[in-house]
């Protein structure tokens, strides 16, 4: 999503970056992003 439908909080450490309407793919090994862990502990919410 783009514009303003992207998200305010983000569960990533480091940002994805956006360029024309693309995400820029990022240069780390594996699937290039690291989880922030107590972001997703703040975030979750039980059934």
């Known amino acids: 999503m783009f514009g303003p439908l992207l998200l305010k909080d983000d569960i990533v ?3 994805l970056t956006f360029a024309d309407g693309q995400v820029a793919l990022p240069q780390t090994p594996g699937l290039g992003v690291e989880l922030d862990e ?3 502990h703040f975030l979750y919410r039980q059934p």
């Open 38 to 40: 107590d972001k997703l």
């Open 13 to 15: 450490s480091v940002p």
